[in-house]
């Protein structure tokens, strides 16, 4: 019953900026980590940015500096702000989460994927 959704995809030109959200919703009761991962057509998915409950983030090499990460703990959300954008950000955007429901089984969430384009 739990469901992780994004959303802010969209078309930019090369240097531009975007804002992506992800929310989780339904049988709740912790979130633990939280991140976001890419994938680009004829490649594998890869991790892009990550964040603890408390706030420590991890980011890869091709993003560090340009993107950063956050969360609202009482929304149940987490963000990725992407600054600078370069052609080869474009990819699908999922956002993943570690979550015990209600019931205290825990597992990996993926959200459903916001496409994001750079090109000019």
């Known amino acids: 019953q739990v469901q992780l959704v994004e959303s802010g995809g969209g078309l930019v030109q090369p240097g531009g900026s975007l804002r992506l959200s992800c929310v989780a919703s339904?049988?709740?009761?912790?979130?633990?980590?939280m991140g976001w991962h890419r994938q680009a057509p004829g490649t594998q998915r890869e991790s892009v940015a990550r964040?603890?409950?408390?706030?420590?983030?991890n980011y890869a090499d091709s993003v560090a500096g340009r993107f950063t990460i956050s969360r609202d703990n009482a929304k149940n959300t987490v963000y990725l702000q992407m600054n600078s954008l370069k052609p080869e950000d474009t990819a699908v955007y999922y956002c993943n989460a570690g979550i015990a429901d209600r019931s205290w089984s825990y597992r990996d969430y993926w959200g459903q994927g916001t496409q994001v384009t750079v090109s000019s």
């Open positions: 339904g049988s709740i009761n912790s979130i633990y980590g």
């Open positions: 964040i603890t409950r408390g706030g420590t983030t």
